[in-house]
């Protein structure tokens, strides 16, 4: 490791012990649509006119109850059905995630196309991991998605920290260097001061332990074969790992020989665009 990277891996860590690390905050609308997912008495309408006060992210999610996964006899063309059709938490879980995109902004241009680098990788990992948690397991599949929006996450105050150091900015193999090393724990931290729910906190921290052993199938598994897949045919060093040395691949049992549920991933990749 250079010695630039050691050191501002050491500012980092330490800025994060000591909370001196400016986090993200979460955008004022995924708070609002928390708030209202939350009361029990909340009716579709309610959230779909929280949620519509995004237009960019009402347009989302119609777009989502529209992909071939989810597609019904009809076209969805207005948020209300889409919410109707999605439920309650599904909706305000997708739209949560989704509408992290806000926060994927960066002042100088290396570091933007960075972000949106992460980002559209990110939207791709989710759409998988909805297409493997509905097919191969019990859990949640907007769940799953969220977790695949969220398991890069603690890339983005790295991203930010950079734009005002210069030297590590314009030295992108100890930026990677520390983003690499860095972002699962900053991850975590992140989604504890969001809030999120244990099972998705655990993902940044956990999805790149590819020998982990889980008690049962979970969502860091869902994120770990989504990467996989993801990944696999580019230069990414993950593009390497042979999946079937993978716990978490194995336990889900799928068959890579599979046409149909091939098509099915394939499809999905887009779902979340």
Not at 176 to 194: E, T
Not at 205 to 224: H, T
């Amino acid at each position: 490791m250079s010695e630039l990277a050691e050191k501002v891996q050491q500012d980092l860590v330490e800025a994060i012990d000591n909370d001196d690390l400016v986090l993200p905050t979460l955008p004022e609308v995924a708070l609002q649509i928390r708030k209202a997912a939350e009361d029990p008495d909340v009716s579709i309408s309610a959230l779909s006119k929280v949620i519509g006060r995004d237009a960019a992210l009402s347009a989302r999610l119609i777009k989502v109850v529209n992909s071939p996964l989810l597609r019904a006899t009809q076209e969805v063309t207005e948020l209300h059905t889409a919410v109707t059709r999605l439920g309650i938490n599904y909706s305000s879980n997708l739209a949560i995630g989704l509408v992290m995109e806000q926060i994927f902004h960066a002042r100088s241009e290396v570091v933007e196309q960075k972000m949106r680098d992460v980002w559209r990788k990110s939207l791709e990992i989710a759409g998988v991991s909805y297409a493997l948690c509905r097919n191969y397991t019990q859990l949640k599949p907007d769940q799953a998605a969220l977790g695949g929006l969220v398991h890069q996450i603690g890339v983005l105050p790295i991203l930010t920290y950079a734009e005002d150091h210069y030297d590590l900015l314009s030295d992108p193999v100890s930026l990677n260097h520390v983003i690499d090393h860095i972002h699962p724990l900053l991850g975590d931290k992140l989604l504890r001061v969001w809030e999120f729910p244990d099972m998705l906190v655990q993902v940044p921290r956990l999805y790149l332990n590819f020998k982990r052993q889980s008690a049962q199938i979970d969502y860091v598994d869902l994120v770990q074969v989504a990467s996989l897949y993801c990944h696999q045919d580019t230069d990414h060093p993950i593009s390497r790992i042979d999946p079937f040395s993978v716990p978490a691949f194995n336990k889900l049992g799928i068959d890579p020989e599979d046409k149909a549920m091939c098509a099915d991933l394939e499809e999905t990749r887009t779902m979340f665009y």
